[in-house]
């Protein structure tokens, strides 16, 4: 047996698991982000407070700046999504996606 193509099979091998871990983990973000979107509100981890995603904001694209009701996390003009916000309580940065 070619030790080389041998080689290239125990790496495959090796590789596999770290593969299969980090593609878990890919789906059981979006899976996270998918509830977070369909449930329309974050409780901030800071104070409690309830953060609604369904609110009048401005689209933080320079060029865009519409302002519109509707996702804060993503403008339905330009399409700029938002991995975080500010709590309207306290004001700590929530990390959403
Ligand atoms: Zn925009
Ligand atoms: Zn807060």
Not at 7 to 35: D, E, F, H, I
Not at 37 to 55: E, K, Y
């Amino acid at each position: 047996m070619n030790l080389r193509l041998a080689l290239s099979c125990v790496l495959y091998l090796l590789a596999a698991p770290v593969y299969a871990l980090l593609g878990v983990r890919k789906l059981g973000k979006m899976l996270r982000a998918r509830r977070v979107l369909a449930a329309g509100t974050i409780r901030c981890p800071h104070c409690a407070a309830v953060n609604d995603l369904d609110i009048l904001g401005t689209c933080s694209n320079p060029k865009c700046r519409t302002t519109e009701y509707g996702s804060r996390l993503r403008c339905s003009v330009c399409g700029e999504t938002v991995k975080s916000f500010d709590c309207d309580a306290c004001g700590v940065t929530i990390k959403v996606l």
